[in-house]
């Protein structure tokens, strides 16, 4: 049987939060390795400049954002053990966080050719 999709029933604006942290957490500038082995300190949480902001390459829309600066999220992501919380300032991702697969990059990480 293939393993379930969205394990942790994480609802839509946890899934596309976590899915910016795992972003955050492949960018230098944003992440730096935790004390604890295979953990990942993301911090520089992004602000929307009119409608959008960038994480590297990609254009994330604002309105994808919004859990970045809800502290409930965060709970709920912590409480799952996907991070450990330094809510507004940072949060830790664990390696369940960092390997949780939640199918949004592609749609919510918009990546544009310069051909």
Request: net charge neutral; hydrophobic share 45%; no cysteine.
């Amino acid at each position: 049987m293939p393993p379930k999709k969205n394990p942790l029933n994480l609802n839509a604006l946890q899934l596309r939060t976590l899915t910016l942290l795992q972003a955050l957490a492949k960018l230098d500038g944003h992440a730096t390795p935790a004390e604890e082995e295979g953990h990942i300190v993301v911090s520089g949480m992004p602000h929307a400049h009119g409608n959008h902001f960038h994480l590297g390459e990609a254009v994330v829309m604002a309105e994808d954002a919004t859990g970045l600066g809800n502290a409930a999220v965060w709970v709920a992501l912590e409480r799952k053990g996907l991070i450990k919380s330094r809510f507004p300032m940072a949060a830790v991702l664990t390696p369940n966080g960092l390997a949780y697969e939640t199918g949004l990059a592609e749609s919510i990480l918009r990546r544009h050719s310069h051909d």
